[in-house]
């Protein structure tokens, strides 16, 4: 109780700090032409490709001022594309005649990699290490490319051997049209199983291994996207999936399925909203974000599964200092009746999905929300690392930032199968602690965190996304 009085001090004494009012800069007055817009240092990314982010277009009329902040929300919309490390930017006012030439120069970074992957069975990295079983590794290749031909277009293809079986395909191209609003991709997906979680006892996922491939599913899904402006955009999908199981994993938990049957096709359907205002997307400082998904699964009159799902969050980011941040943030997850597969229907315990503190356990449930916020301190800010004797740009110019802070998280999940033993269904979960975030190229985020739940079990943790 004490550690939680003095993180709700730390969060009002801030909070407060924030209510100082910041003045706008004086605005001279004088009109401005944009004459030219000069982009350089992108050797692979198209040109049409940076215009498109930027909130003012050649010939537009603005004040100085109004220029300044334009560019600055350009850097930003540029700073959550995966195609840059750095950006710089500059105003050449050409003086009497009443025009401008905006310089934007660019750093690339490296956009073609093959990864060797190693993937731990478990749900995540933390659940894997409480066993420590080094068996329950698959490997394989991972191809990535994240500006395929220099047209933003997105190319991954994902290999793995071993223990699990898995392979994908995912392209996606984001413009389509002249206008740059129209957007389209494919995935595909191909894998079998030889160990699959099939029931939740005690509060954590109940693993069972086979010699034989215990699940096999491919699945293959087509999106259509629109983004009319910078901020916005809609996404549909559509989905289906072929899986088969096995009667050992039918025997072990008839709910696993929904259904008696060893074979079903899950065809789904399911539209995407989003609004995304912040600064950058690996470790945001400033801005908000939020979505909010509706999925039928069924959509057919002779499918096997039929009901709704509504998946929404939100997360904020406040500055409240040059070194002090605010971030909070939230999700829910509210499902219709009908018949659900229980491998399909995941409640708290999974992806961004958790209450700190609780990562080695889940809460199966047909509904959940949960909610967090972080108070972090920068205690390095960021600072550029230089390395001379590499010539390569994509890797000779490091950006480091680390920070450290103390968080607070609740969530509840409820209606689902209660499974065995299961002691976290419809409780009220809550968790604190402190950590620290590295951050660094690539979008690379690692956090270390010390985390006390309600149960007052405390633990040691460590994730590769920020928390919020």
Same mark, same amino acid.
């Given at each position: 109780?004490?550690?939680?009085?003095?993180?709700?001090?730390?969060?009002? %004494?801030?909070?407060?700090?924030?209510?100082?009012?910041?003045?706008? +800069?004086?605005?001279?007055?004088?009109?401005?032409?944009?004459?030219?817009?000069?982009?350089?240092? =992108?050797? $692979?990314? $198209?040109?049409?490709?940076?215009?498109?982010? !930027?909130?003012?277009?050649?010939?537009?009329?603005? *004040?100085?001022?109004?220029?300044?902040?334009?560019?600055?929300?350009?850097?930003?919309?540029?700073?959550?594309?995966?195609?840059?490390?750095?950006?710089?930017?500059?105003?050449?006012?050409?003086? @009497?005649?009443?025009?401008?030439?905006?310089?934007?120069?660019?750093?690339?970074?490296?956009?073609?990699?093959?990864?060797?992957?190693?993937?731990?069975?478990?749900?995540?990295?933390?659940?894997?290490?409480?066993?420590?079983?080094?068996?329950?590794?698959?490997?394989? !290749?991972?191809?990535?490319?994240?500006?395929?031909?220099?047209?933003?277009?997105?190319?991954?293809?994902?290999?793995?051997?071993?223990?699990?079986?898995?392979?994908?395909?995912?392209?996606?191209?984001?413009?389509?049209?002249?206008?740059?609003?129209?957007?389209? @991709?494919?995935?595909?997906?191909?894998?079998?199983?030889?160990?699959?979680?099939?029931?939740?006892?005690?509060?954590?996922?109940?693993? /069972?291994?086979?010699?034989?491939?215990?699940?096999?599913?491919?699945?293959?899904?087509?999106?259509?996207?629109?983004?009319?402006?910078?901020?916005?955009?809609?996404?549909?999908? &559509?989905?289906?999936?072929?899986?088969?199981?096995?009667?050992?994993?039918? &025997?072990?938990?008839?709910?696993?399925?929904?259904?008696?049957?060893?074979?079903?096709?899950?065809?789904?359907?399911?539209?995407?909203? $989003?609004?995304?205002?912040?600064?950058? #997307? +690996?470790?945001? %400082?400033?801005?908000?974000?939020?979505? +909010?998904?509706?999925?039928?699964?069924?959509?057919?009159?002779?499918?096997?599964?039929?009901?709704?799902?509504?998946?929404? *969050?939100?997360?904020?980011?406040?500055?409240?200092?040059?070194?002090?941040?605010?971030?909070?943030?939230?999700?829910?997850?509210? *499902?219709?009746?009908?018949? $659900?597969?229980?491998? #399909? =229907?995941?409640?708290?315990?999974?992806?961004?999905?958790?209450?700190? @503190?609780?990562?080695?356990?889940?809460?199966?449930?047909?509904?959940?929300?949960?909610?967090?916020?972080?108070?972090?301190?920068?205690?390095?800010?960021?600072?550029?690392?230089?390395?001379?004797?590499?010539?390569?740009?994509?890797?000779?110019?490091?950006?480091?930032?680390?920070?450290? @802070?103390?968080?607070?998280?609740?969530? #509840?999940?409820?209606?689902?199968?209660?499974?065995?033993?299961?002691?976290?269904?419809?409780?009220?979960?809550?968790?604190?602690?402190?950590?620290?975030?590295?951050?660094?190229?690539?979008?690379?985020?690692?956090?270390?965190?010390?985390?006390?739940?309600?149960?007052?079990?405390?633990?040691? /943790?460590?994730?590769?996304? +920020?928390?919020?």
């Amino acid at each position: 109780m004490k550690l939680k009085s003095c993180i709700t001090g730390i969060l009002l %004494l801030f909070l407060s700090s924030a209510a100082t009012a910041i003045l706008p +800069a004086r605005d001279s007055g004088q009109l401005l032409v944009v004459s030219d817009i000069r982009i350089s240092g =992108n050797r $692979k990314t $198209k040109d049409y490709i940076i215009l498109r982010e !930027l909130t003012f277009r050649l010939g537009d009329t603005l *004040s100085l001022s109004n220029l300044q902040n334009a560019l600055s929300e350009s850097v930003k919309n540029l700073q959550r594309q995966p195609l840059f490390h750095f950006i710089e930017t500059g105003i050449d006012q050409q003086t @009497g005649s009443g025009m401008a030439v905006v310089d934007i120069r660019v750093l690339e970074r490296w956009y073609t990699w093959l990864w060797p992957v190693f993937n731990f069975a478990d749900r995540n990295f933390n659940a894997w290490l409480e066993q420590g079983d080094i068996s329950r590794l698959s490997y394989g !290749l991972f191809l990535q490319q994240e500006n395929f031909r220099g047209r933003l277009e997105k190319l991954h293809i994902r290999f793995m051997a071993g223990y699990q079986q898995h392979i994908m395909l995912t392209y996606e191209a984001p413009y389509l049209n002249s206008r740059k609003t129209l957007g389209a @991709g494919l995935i595909l997906t191909g894998v079998r199983e030889r160990e699959t979680a099939v029931i939740t006892t005690n509060d954590k996922p109940e693993y /069972f291994r086979h010699d034989d491939f215990l699940r096999h599913y491919s699945e293959a899904a087509a999106f259509l996207r629109y983004r009319p402006g910078i901020h916005l955009s809609h996404t549909v999908t &559509a989905q289906t999936g072929i899986y088969r199981f096995s009667d050992t994993l039918l &025997a072990l938990n008839p709910e696993y399925a929904g259904i008696k049957t060893k074979k079903t096709l899950i065809p789904l359907l399911s539209y995407l909203l $989003k609004a995304d205002f912040r600064d950058q #997307r +690996a470790y945001p %400082l400033s801005g908000w974000y939020a979505d +909010a998904l509706l999925e039928w699964t069924g959509v057919l009159p002779s499918a096997d599964y039929n009901y709704l799902t509504l998946r929404g *969050s939100v997360r904020w980011h406040l500055p409240l200092t040059q070194r002090w941040n605010l971030a909070a943030g939230g999700a829910v997850k509210l *499902s219709s009746h009908g018949t $659900k597969p229980w491998f #399909r =229907n995941q409640g708290l315990g999974y992806q961004r999905d958790y209450v700190r @503190g609780y990562e080695y356990q889940v809460v199966d449930g047909d509904n959940f929300w949960v909610t967090k916020a972080n108070l972090r301190y920068a205690l390095l800010p960021l600072k550029i690392i230089r390395i001379g004797r590499l010539k390569a740009e994509q890797f000779n110019t490091i950006p480091v930032s680390v920070h450290i @802070g103390a968080f607070a998280d609740a969530g #509840r999940a409820w209606q689902g199968e209660p499974g065995k033993n299961n002691s976290l269904q419809d409780k009220l979960l809550l968790g604190t602690g402190l950590g620290i975030d590295f951050v660094t190229y690539y979008d690379k985020v690692v956090r270390t965190e010390f985390s006390l739940n309600r149960e007052g079990k405390a633990g040691i /943790f460590i994730h590769f996304m +920020a928390a919020i």
